[in-house]
Nanobody, 119 residues
């Protein structure tokens, strides 16, 4: 069974940067699509972006474009979410998730990492 472990969260000030990492282990060499989601208190989970191992393509939600970037490191089965110019509204628990095939539903989830942005 694939396990996903996030790291890199923390408390930062508005305008700062953080890099989150998600490492996959215990399963196939690569989870096909790896996505980042976030959930703020009292709000629904929100898609942030995704990285596709087979194609290397990335996608980001509108609010993340221009500030966030996603990349993958095949050697370590790790996907990074680089977040720049963070805003208080980016405060949330960030989760990574993986699919079992390209375009498939997200089946495997990490435990989440807290990101708090103070104003």
């Amino acid at each position: 069974q694939v396990q996903l472990v996030e790291s890199g969260g923390g408390l930062v000030q508005a305008g700062d940067s953080l890099r989150l990492s998600c490492t996959a282990s215990g399963g196939p060499d690569s989870t096909y699509d790896m996505g980042w989601f976030r959930q703020a208190p009292g709000k629904e989970r929100q898609f942030v972006g995704a990285f596709s191992w087979p194609t290397g393509t990335t996608s980001l939600m509108g609010a993340a474009e221009g500030r966030f970037d996603i990349s993958g490191d095949k050697a370590t089965n790790t996907v990074h979410l680089q977040m720049n110019n963070l805003k208080p509204e980016d405060t949330a628990v960030y989760y990574c998730a993986g699919t079992e095939y390209v375009g498939g539903p997200y089946k495997n989830w990490g435990q989440g990492t807290q990101v708090t942005v103070s104003s």
